[in-house]
């Protein structure tokens, strides 16, 4: 009795022209990523870090991640979510979670620095299938995504190269790279609305990549999609992106390896600052910037700081830190479950947060509190003195500035901001 043969895909992962990793996609729906021999052994101080768990783990390089259907979550979270998963799947008449078969269609279109590439049937290394019997490597037939952009909820998001002044949508013709958020077909003022929030966080000192409100016939290559009657795009510069090339980076669903959906459970504020505390390389300073945003989640009652939101960047390609702040919206108007995205010395409820809860959040996480409470006091000394005037001048639709002012008054006495 012949011993049955099962066939094999494979995709190379690298990072900055290294060889990291080959995940192999079995008949059976099961993938495998195995590192490359060659990248574990390279000394530490000259190999690249794939995953801030490298750091963490001393173990991570030399386990296989198994995963039947999905991809492993640090590769699984950098494809998209929600209706373009759906629409990217049909397109290549799979089902939506053979994430095997969207990751090599968008391989050379992730986010960050790390690109997946089909090997050649005949080309899997050996390592990458020492843990099965017996196998038949077959050839994938990739069609490469012509189109980078992703859609979170109902608002479209692109990515964009900005030259002579236009937003050139889906294509890389300069370092100078913009994600581009069009209007909400069903929430209204969202980019106004993030805007907004961006420029108030900046005023406080929090780091922020270079904003701007954008027309919308600003923009070339604009698919044609429905848009509601509103001026403006958001754009945010990507900070993955630069004239010297790609920049590495990885949300802390990948870090924790969670998948998409459980981006709002599972990990905790104490969880993330404490992974964050521990491996960053500018542990003091990333940590009271955390702390920043922290207070300006509750201060903005921006309620979508989930895991997928907070990301570390690795400007070197080694040294960790966290990455500027992104994705901060003022979301009671859109939304009724009025609460942070995580939950916080054991509360998720805005309205009751206190210095106290910022005290206990940095003792469970075994932070130095003396380091991190005078930014906070900072940060509310800021908020007040300048918030109210600011707003006023700032694009934010009228309701929604009511909406906001009213969420201040409601705010505890330590962090109450008066009209």
């Known amino acids: 009795m012949s011993k049955q043969i099962e066939q094999v895909e494979g995709l190379n992962i690298s990072l900055h022209g290294v060889n990291i990793a080959v995940i192999a996609h079995y008949a059976g729906g099961k993938n495998i990523l195995s590192f490359n021999p060659e990248f574990v052994a390279t000394p530490e101080s000259e ?78 290394p050996l390592w990458a299938l020492e843990h099965r019997l017996s196998t038949e490597p077959v050839q994938i037939e990739v069609r490469h995504a012509n189109t980078k952009f992703s859609l979170a909820g109902v608002q479209m998001k692109f990515s964009s190269s900005h030259l002579d002044g236009r937003y050139h949508i889906d294509q890389e013709l300069t370092g100078d790279m913009w994600i581009i958020k ?11 609305n993030e805007y907004t929030c961006m420029r108030l966080a900046e005023s406080v ?39 010297e090339g790609r920049i590495h980076t990885e949300d802390f669903a990948q870090v924790f390896g969670l998948y998409p959906s459980d981006k709002y459970q599972k990990v905790n504020c104490e969880l993330l600052a404490s992974a964050l505390y521990r491996a960053s390389h500018e542990r003091l300073h990333d940590i009271q910037e955390m702390a920043r945003r922290l207070l300006l989640n509750i201060l903005l009652g921006n309620g979508d700081a989930h895991l997928k939101n907070w990301t570390m960047i690795y400007p070197d390609g080694r040294t960790p830190r966290l990455s ?39 003792k469970d996480a075994k932070l130095p509190w003396p380091a ?25 639709q009228d309701e929604h500035k009511e909406a906001l002012r009213t969420h201040w008054q409601k705010l505890q006495a330590d962090f109450r901001i008066y009209k």
């Open 205 to 243: 000192g929090v780091s922020v990549p270079a904003i701007r409100l954008i027309k919308l016939d600003e923009l070339d290559g604009l698919p044609n999609i429905r848009l509601p009657d509103e001026e403006f795009a958001y754009g945010i510069q990507r900070f993955d992106r630069s004239a």
């Open 47 to 124: 190999r690249p870090v794939f995953s801030l768990r490298q750091i963490i783990d001393p173990n991570y390089l030399f386990k296989l991640q198994i995963r039947t259907e999905k991809i492993p979550p640090v590769l699984s979270n950098l494809l998209p979510e929600g209706i373009l998963r759906d629409l990217t799947a049909k397109s290549l008449n799979c089902h939506p979670n053979n994430e095997f078969s969207i990751l090599a269609y968008l391989g050379l279109n992730l986010p960050g620095a790390i690109i997946a590439t089909p090997i050649k049937a005949g080309d899997l």
């Open 182 to 192: 069009t209007p909400s077909t069903v929430h209204k003022g969202v980019p106004v």
């Open 372 to 396: 991190i409470k005078p930014h906070l006091l900072e940060t509310i000394k800021i908020a007040r003195a300048t918030w109210p005037e600011m707003l006023n001048t700032l694009p934010m």
């Open 324 to 362: 500027p702040l992104y994705d901060v919206v003022f979301t009671i108007p859109y939304i009724t479950d009025d609460k942070l995205a995580l939950n916080m010395s054991g509360s998720k409820q805005w309205y009751e947060m206190t210095l106290a809860h910022f005290e206990r959040w940095t």
